[in-house]
């Protein structure tokens, strides 16, 4: 009696300490996943397959895991990139995007959107098309590529040359009868030379004023009037020759004469039309 008694004892106290050991197996805290050995490597069955523990489980890519340590959405055994930045777009390889394809990912580059011609021609770390001389204007397109440093360019990126040309045209080069506006031939032999320096394209015309004066004889307010028609009929004949440069024409009447009002030649000689023109250049 007592020996059965013992016996059953036993064998519930046995099951009691199984119960009370493999609870903690199965609770929340332990991770299923492959069992490793010391060296951290995937422990294999004789079948070649990973050995799986529910206990202090380890991942590996080894035995199926798919990994994508940089988060890019690309899985590591796909991703040619696996480095890349946090947050930075990426292509199906994981590699950041590249819009222009200049070789310069887009989150680096500070020019991401080159045309072909200026990726062809060749860009910096930045992404930017060479500009050697720092002009602001690439050496694609830079026809003066030795610019010294701080030197002001054009759109070429050459030095400009401020030119202005002042021309005076008076009675004896565009010659006006008094109280008319008609230009004589003489005056337009002289207009058109001036025609062929305009619409050479030697150089970048920026701005063209016309300014029309007469003589003292009249009344003050007419003058002023006749002045301004003399500078527009300068303007009419240059555009009627092909002139394409805005001209702001203006008149000053008798009040800012170059001779003496006292004189017949004086007179003549106020009679004009003083003509300044704003160019750049030479173009190369």
Known sequence: MFKRTRHHLLMGLAASAVL?????????????GWLVDS????????????????????????????????????SNDKDK???????????????PLDSDKDGVADFQDKCPSNTPAEVAAGVDA?????????????????????????????????????????TRVTE??????????IIKPAGQKVLDKLVN?????????GS???????????ATSYNQGLSVKRAQAVANYLSSQGVKVDMAVSGKGESAPIAS??????????????????????KK
């Not at 951290?40 to 199926?64: D, F, H, I, R, Y």
């Not at 320096?197 to 970048?204: D, H, I, K």
């Not at 023109?277 to 030479?282: E, H, L, Y």
Request: charged share 25%.
């Open 126 to 166: 930045s992404g930017c098309p060479i500009d050697s001389d720092g002009d602001g204007v690439a050496d694609y397109r830079d026809k003066c590529p030795g610019t010294p440093a701080g030197t002001a360019v054009d759109l070429d990126g050459c030095p400009p040359i401020n030119r202005v040309i002042e």
């Open 20 to 32: 009370t050991v493999s609870a903690p197996i199965w609770s929340a805290e332990r991770t299923p």
């Open 81 to 95: 990139c696996p480095d890349t930045p946090k947050g930075v777009k990426v292509d199906t390889n994981g590699c």
């Open 39 to 74: 060296s951290g490597n995937p422990v294999v069955s004789s079948s070649k397959e990973c050995v799986k523990t529910l206990s202090s489980g380890q991942t590996s890519a080894k035995c199926g895991d798919v990994f994508d340590s940089d988060g890019d959405g690309v």
């Open 261 to 282: 009002n006292a004189t017949r030649a004086g007179r003549s000689q106020n009679r004009r039309v003083d003509i300044t023109i704003r160019a750049s250049g030479p």
């Open 197 to 205: 320096f305009l619409t050479s394209g030697t150089y970048t015309i």
């Open 172 to 181: 004896d080069l565009v010659s006006f009868d008094f109280d008319k506006i």
């Open 208 to 218: 063209m004023s016309l300014i029309g004066h007469t003589d003292s004889i009249g």
